[in-house]
């Protein structure tokens, strides 16, 4: 029994000495299969622990049991490894990874030549996207500002067909923003609405100069115009804001002049006397022939809008609010009605020449003067003309009608054009530059009947007065 055993034995080493030895000369079985059975066989101990992988894991269990966790680090493959599909080489991804970091670590200069990306240029970026939020942040604080300020006018609300535009004047002058300018005779405890029209103006701004020019309306200059019911007549330019107020008075300045104003100003002469106070004052040179009906009328014009009179002198001065009103309304021994019309053409630029030079000053006008003042504009074509109202350019300024007969009819003194067309080709060629200008139908119609209306003014040539300007 125990020689079987031992044979037995035997045969189990001799067998296991069989596998292990590859190069066993004595045995009849072939490498290959030796080979392959060799292989399932050592698999079987594969998932046989070692003593170093107990150890391992009774450490990892007493870890876990105190709370100590180990954090394994995991090994990386060679790089070969990563870039590299097996057996193809490097990837597509890789590749295209590899690329995207070289365009940004490297440029090409006009040599053609590839140079490294500085690190500056990061900085430079990140400064310049902190400027771009503070720009905003800054301009959004301003707009909210300029939209406060400016949002104390008395606001009228009108339509485009209130005005009455030619579409072919539309058309001739879309590069020209028209502003009409009206000051009305309105004094302590009047109705502003039954006030007449003391001052027209026009404000031309050339879009792309942006330069201003200003037109004058003789307060006198006869016009087509109509009431609050519609009727149609003519009248003393004056006159149309007592009859039917400010959108009227634009309506009228459109249809006799062929214009295409459809914004509008309207203030009172407390506004102005306010207005030139509050921004300290302007410069004015007086004439010697102004010099007494101002220190005559000034008292009044001071007592109306609570303001303080002070004489004057002839020359160059810095005008208060009342001296600056008494001198825009002055005529009667100082030149008459086109003299009148000249200084408060000379005030309006001093005020714009002041502001231009302080324009944070608009803030305290927003509290003290833009509530007295009536306009069409939205707070937002106002904030839209106020960068264009620091680089205007004051051009010439021109007073209408150019030529006139002036006379009586029905009472009344009034400035007639005559000729209508030479006048309006004169002011269309000096205030915007067109020289083939022609008469829009509804002014040929308008000549016809002032042509019938006042035609006997001409039999007197002693009426006729020009304007060289």
């Given at each position: 029994?125990?020689?079987?055993?031992?044979?037995?034995?035997?045969?189990?080493?001799?067998?296991?000495?069989?596998?292990?030895?590859?190069?066993?000369?004595?045995?009849?079985?072939?490498?290959?299969?030796?080979?392959?059975?060799?292989?399932?066989?050592?698999?079987?101990?594969?998932?046989?622990?070692?003593?170093?992988?107990?150890?391992?894991?009774?450490?990892?269990?007493?870890?876990?049991?105190?709370?100590?966790?180990?954090?394994?680090?995991?090994?990386?493959?060679?790089?070969?490894?990563?870039?590299?599909?097996?057996?193809?080489?490097?990837?597509?991804?890789?590749?295209?990874?590899?690329?995207?970091?070289?365009?940004?670590?490297?440029?090409?200069?006009?040599?053609?030549?590839?140079?490294?990306?500085?690190?500056?240029?990061?900085?430079?970026?990140?400064?310049?996207?902190?400027?771009?939020?503070?720009?905003?942040?800054?301009?959004?604080?301003?707009?909210?500002?300029?939209?406060?300020?400016?949002?104390?006018?008395?606001?009228?609300k009108t339509t485009e067909?209130?005005?009455?535009?030619?579409?072919?004047?539309?058309?001739?002058?879309?590069?020209?923003?028209?502003?009409?300018?009206?000051?009305?005779?309105?004094?302590?405890?009047?109705?502003?609405?039954?006030?007449?029209?003391?001052?027209?103006?026009?404000?031309?701004?050339?879009?792309?100069?942006k330069e201003m020019k200003?037109?004058?309306?003789?307060?006198?200059?006869?016009?087509?115009?109509?009431?609050?019911?519609?009727?149609?007549?003519f009248d003393k330019a004056?006159?149309?804001?007592?009859?039917?107020?400010?959108?009227?008075?634009?309506?009228?300045?459109?249809?006799?002049?062929?214009?295409?104003?459809?914004?509008?100003?309207?203030?009172?002469?407390?506004?102005?006397?306010?207005?030139?106070?509050?921004?300290?004052?302007?410069?004015?040179?007086?004439?010697?022939?102004?010099?007494?009906?101002?220190?005559?009328?000034?008292?009044?014009?001071?007592?109306?809008?609570?303001?303080?009179?002070?004489?004057?002198?002839?020359?160059?001065?810095?005008?208060?609010?009342?001296?600056?009103?008494?001198?825009?309304?002055?005529?009667?021994?100082?030149?008459?009605?086109?003299?009148?019309?000249?200084?408060?053409?000379?005030?309006?630029?001093?005020?714009?020449?002041?502001?231009?030079?302080?324009?944070?000053?608009?803030?305290?006008?927003?509290?003290?003067?833009?509530?007295?003042?009536?306009?069409?504009?939205?707070?937002?074509?106002?904030?839209?003309?106020?960068?264009?109202?620091?680089?205007?350019?004051?051009?010439?300024?021109?007073?209408?009608?150019?030529?006139?007969?002036?006379?009586?009819?029905?009472?009344?003194?009034?400035?007639?054009?005559?000729?209508?067309?030479?006048?309006?080709?004169?002011?269309?060629?000096?205030?915007?530059?067109?020289?083939?200008?022609?008469?829009?139908?509804?002014?040929?119609?308008?000549?016809?009947?002032?042509?019938?209306?006042?035609?006997?003014?001409?039999?007197?040539?002693?009426?006729?007065?020009?304007?060289?300007?």
């Amino acid at each position: 029994m125990r020689s079987d055993k031992h044979n037995k034995k035997n045969k189990r080493s001799h067998s296991n000495d069989i596998f292990i030895n590859d190069y066993d000369v004595n045995t009849t079985i072939k490498k290959n299969s030796i080979d392959s059975d060799r292989e399932d066989f050592l698999a079987i101990f594969d998932d046989i622990p070692s003593e170093d992988d107990k150890l391992e894991r009774s450490k990892r269990k007493k870890e876990k049991k105190s709370g100590v966790i180990r954090k394994e680090k995991k090994k990386k493959a060679p790089k070969e490894q990563q870039y590299r599909d097996p057996g193809f080489g490097y990837s597509d991804k890789v590749l295209e990874k590899a690329k995207k970091k070289e365009k940004k670590k490297y440029y090409t200069d006009k040599n053609g030549k590839k140079r490294k990306k500085r690190k500056i240029t990061k900085i430079i970026m990140y400064f310049l996207i902190v400027l771009l939020l503070l720009t905003l942040g800054v301009g959004i604080v301003g707009y909210l500002f300029l939209n406060k300020t400016l949002s104390t006018f008395d606001n009228i609300k009108t339509t485009e067909k209130d005005f009455n535009i030619d579409p072919v004047v539309a058309k001739n002058l879309e590069d020209y923003e028209n502003i009409a300018v009206i000051g009305i005779d309105a004094r302590k405890n009047e109705d502003h609405a039954l006030a007449r029209a003391d001052v027209l103006m026009v404000m031309s701004i050339n879009k792309k100069t942006k330069e201003m020019k200003m037109l004058s309306v003789m307060r006198d200059t006869y016009m087509y115009m109509n009431n609050r019911d519609g009727k149609n007549f003519f009248d003393k330019a004056t006159h149309s804001h007592f009859w039917a107020g400010p959108v009227s008075t634009v309506r009228m300045l459109n249809e006799n002049l062929d214009l295409n104003i459809d914004k509008f100003l309207v203030f009172n002469w407390q506004s102005v006397a306010d207005t030139v106070d509050t921004i300290g004052g302007i410069e004015v040179e007086i004439k010697p022939n102004e010099v007494y009906d101002m220190n005559e009328f000034g008292p009044q014009s001071a007592d109306n809008t609570d303001g303080k009179w002070i004489n004057v002198k002839a020359g160059k001065q810095k005008l208060n609010g009342a001296q600056a009103l008494t001198y825009c309304r002055i005529r009667e021994t100082s030149g008459g009605d086109p003299a009148r019309t000249s200084r408060n053409r000379i005030v309006i630029e001093a005020i714009i020449k002041e502001l231009k030079s302080h324009p944070f000053k608009i803030n305290d006008l927003s509290k003290n003067v833009f509530p007295k003042i009536s306009t069409n504009l939205k707070t937002m074509d106002i904030i839209k003309l106020l960068p264009t109202g620091l680089r205007l350019k004051i051009g010439e300024s021109k007073l209408y009608p150019y030529s006139f007969y002036g006379g009586l009819i029905e009472g009344a003194w009034v400035a007639v054009p005559t000729p209508l067309d030479d006048n309006l080709e004169k002011l269309h060629k000096n205030m915007f530059d067109i020289n083939n200008y022609k008469m829009s139908d509804t002014v040929k119609k308008i000549n016809i009947k002032l042509q019938n209306k006042a035609g006997h003014l001409r039999a007197n040539d002693s009426n006729e007065k020009s304007d060289s300007n």
